[in-house]
Structure formats: C-alpha cells, structure tokens
C-alpha cells in the first residue's frame, strides 16, 4: 500500500493521509494530472478558486480517493501535534505486508520527520516492510489528495460538507 501525507495547520493541526493501493496508482496518478491547468504543476487549493475547488473534490470523489485525518488536539506545539499524528498513522503499518509512506516536503521539518520514522520502524520491526520518503507535490501528484481533502474539511462549512464522503475516519489524538 502507498500512504500519501500532507498536513493542515489552519487551526487545530491535521496530518491527512490517503491510501492508495499500487494497481491503482497509475490511474489515480492520471485522474490527479487530467486535473491540471496548462502550466500548472501541481493543485493546491490554497490559490484555487471555488469553483475549481468544488471541482476538484468532485473528481476526487468520483475516483474513489479517500483519506483518513488525524487531529491533534491538546499539543502545546505543531511539531509535538505532527510527531503524535505520525506515530498514530504508522503503527499500524507495521503489520503490513508493505508500506510506502510519502510525505509532502517541508524543509522545516523533514529531518525531524527523518528522525522520528527512522526510530519508529526499528521500534516496530517493520524496516524491511515500512518505508518513507519526503518528496514535492510538484514531482508527486497524489499529494493533491491530502492536501485538497485536508484543506476543505479544515476550511469547515460548505468545503466541509464537500469533503466529508471524501474522510473514511477522522482519528483524535
């Protein structure tokens, strides 16, 4: 299974994960980039218009992408909010036959998120089953699908409302 993470810092921190399973990743990959603008690299509701934003989760809804959220509630910091969040979405990949975990790059935090996973696998037993990677949403568009789903659940009314059948659970922490 590949595990796609983005985060929502827009009030209470949300890390968004969606699972796509690898035969369906060529044609998620293809529903993601026929979404595309000319010129555009990636989607990013945040300079997205309604319309397109509506548009946008309709499709992902009609290709059947889901995503889990994980809220953190009650942390002092994003950084201890994101370290909970992770901890939460990987064990139970550990009794997966095999977990790929891509993140969306944040410079900021990326060595941390680094050091976390590296001690969070050896922890569980899971090196040769569970692995992660930091890439850009430019170069992997299924990093559309956690942000685009954490952005309108985040953005609360109407957005919401659109993205909920989108969110298979929301998991607080």
Known sequence: MHVFVDESKAGPYLLIASVVLPADLGAARSAIR???????????????????????????????????????????????????????????????PTARVTLECDETQDARDRQQLYRLVRELGCTERVQYEHRLASAEPLLAVPDAIGWAYARGGDFRKRAMPLVTKVVNI
């Open 34 to 96: 026929s979404l595309h603008l000319p010129k555009q690299s990636r989607i990013h509701m945040k300079t997205e218009t309604d319309a397109r934003r509506r548009t946008i989760l309709s499709a992902f809804a009609k290709a059947g992408l889901r995503v889990t959220i994980y809220h953190a509630v009650g942390y002092k910091t994003n950084i201890a909010a994101r370290e909970a969040c992770i901890d939460t979405l990987v064990r139970p990949l550990a009794f997966e």
